[in-house]
């Protein structure tokens, strides 16, 4: 707008007022998180529609061109035309002001949110295998206008007003802690498990071989839960090559507040451009 003011050399007392007047780039503060809200694009139309905002006109600027050129070239250059291509631009204007609720969704990944209640429920899958899985439901400092769904694997959030809630699967099972220094560690065959040198020395030679980095872990039973990076110790996973990562679900974890919020901080630092 001051670039266009100054180009048309409309009065300095509105440039100036623009420039000191405080602003939001729309655009920019929504485009990261264009896939969370699943839009094809970032123009203002895209965004109109997700929001569920209804314009009067129903042509697209590029498609007006043509009939602005006709305009001020003397064709088709009566009022109804002149409305017409008006419309257009008064719909840019009124709806401008009508998307500025996108925003409250962004402030999902970059203002606090708050950790409201944890539960565990069980369920069962497409292929009839039980299973149980954990709902984090959080408050947001701002309600979003419409409620939405997003995710990735293994995470997923639903919205509604300023309520969120996290679905994250339960792992039961075996997984494998890996070391890092696994030159410091022998592996033994028979019994499928890594063991430090020092007490590697007391087995038989011929049932040790020196560890490589796939085969330098432990095995551990019970119920984890999944982490995108290395939050909590120790890291578990299925296989070494796995990028799926785990930690081990604590008796009272879960009733820790302040280890809660820091999963749930966690697992929306994740999701926010996925």
Do not use: W
């Amino acid at each position: 707008l001051i670039a266009r003011s100054k180009g048309y050399d409309i009065d300095t007392y509105f440039t100036d007022i623009l420039e000191n007047m405080p602003h939001t780039d729309i655009y920019r503060a929504i485009k990261p998180y264009k896939k969370v809200l699943h839009l094809a694009s970032i123009k203002q139309t895209s965004i109109e529609r997700f929001l569920g905002i209804k314009r009067e006109d129903e042509y697209s600027g590029k498609e007006l061109i043509d009939h602005y050129i006709n305009y001020i070239n003397g064709i088709n250059a009566d009022k109804a035309h002149l409305d017409f291509i008006l419309l257009h631009n008064r719909d840019d204007i009124v709806c401008a002001a009508r998307i500025i609720p996108i925003l409250s969704y962004m402030h999902i990944f970059v203002s606090p949110v708050t950790l409201t209640n944890v539960e565990c429920k069980d369920y069962t899958d497409l292929y009839g295998n039980s299973s149980r899985e954990f709902y984090i439901s959080f408050k947001t400092k701002y309600s979003v206008p419409k409620n939405h769904v997003f995710g990735s694997h293994p995470y997923f959030v639903s919205l509604n007003g300023n309520t969120g809630k996290i679905r994250v699967p339960l792992f039961e099972g075996e997984l494998k802690l890996f070391f890092e220094d696994y030159k410091n560690y022998y592996y033994l065959p028979e019994e499928d498990t890594a063991v430090h040198k020092s007490i590697a020395a007391f087995s038989d030679k011929e049932n040790r071989v020196k560890a490589k980095p796939e085969t330098a872990y432990v095995k551990a039973r019970g119920e984890f839960l999944p982490q995108a990076d290395k939050l909590f110790t120790p890291v578990l996973k299925e296989e070494f090559k796995s990028k799926d990562l785990y930690f081990e679900l604590k008796k009272g974890f879960t009733d820790d507040t302040e280890k809660m919020q820091t999963y749930l901080n966690h697992i929306l630092s994740h999701l926010k451009y996925r």
